[in-house]
Antibody, heavy 119, light 110 residues
């Protein structure tokens, strides 16, 4: 059974940083792209970015709204994906989901971790 | 305002059929695969359809997907009250180099 478990969310002040983690089990982690998707309260899904698997060099892509502030990385030895969020803004408040993908679709999602950016 | 356009809501009676549309452009739906996700209240999204019309293992064949040009459609037959959820389409945009989601459609089973 595939499991994705996010952690690291919480309340943070604007301008500060936060790092989310996503521990994955049940798949050959290194073979897959790992994505982060967020959902603001009462809103739809917003793609944050992804990191490709080993076969594609582990390169990253980001949404314009987070580019330059957020960084996605992975530790294939531990089957963990990370989302480093810097210079946080109030509009970054959302539930953050990690998921793994094949091609352009997201196969399975974690339960999400909430992030609140507020002073 | 999402680049992919979905109706905000649809409704139908139990046992009936409903379709949800997702409209885009040549840089996204027109030249890339479409996927669909179901989000039940208070839960994480779940993959329903991938590569336009393929259903993952475990998804009932009451759910179907299709694509024509720059639009895609999710169909649900034999509606059940347990199908009440938000439904999102998704695809890659080659011009933006970004994954896009539609704004979501809330399905009510009357």
């Amino acid at each position: 059974e595939v499991q994705l478990v996010e952690s690291g969310g919480g309340l943070v002040q604007p301008g500060r940083s936060l790092r989310l983690s996503c521990i994955v089990s049940g798949i050959n982690f290194g073979d897959y792209a790992m994505s982060w998707v967020r959902q603001a309260p009462g809103k739809g899904l917003e793609w944050v970015g992804f990191i490709r698997g080993n076969t594609y060099g582990g390169t990253t892509e980001y949404a314009a709204s987070v580019k330059g502030r957020f960084t996605i990385s992975r530790d294939d030895s531990k089957s963990i994906a990370y989302l480093q969020m810097n210079s946080l803004k109030t509009e970054d408040t959302a539930v953050y989901y990690c998921s793994y993908g094949l091609g352009s679709y997201l196969v399975s999602w974690g339960q999400g971790t909430p992030v609140t950016v507020s002073s | 305002q999402s680049v992919l356009t979905q109706p905000p809501s649809v409704s139908a009676a139990p046992g009936q059929k409903v379709t949800i549309s997702c409209s885009g452009s040549s840089s996204n739906i027109g030249n890339n695969y479409v996927s669909w996700y179901q989000q039940l209240p208070g839960t994480a999204p779940k993959l329903l359809i991938y590569d336009n019309d393929k259903g993952p293992s475990g998804i009932p064949d009451r759910f179907s997907g299709s694509k024509s040009g720059t639009s895609a459609t999710l169909g649900i037959t034999g509606l059940q009250t347990g199908d009440e959820a938000d439904y999102f389409c998704g695809t890659w945009d080659s011009s933006l180099s970004a994954v896009l989601f539609g704004g979501g459609t809330k399905l009510t089973v009357l």
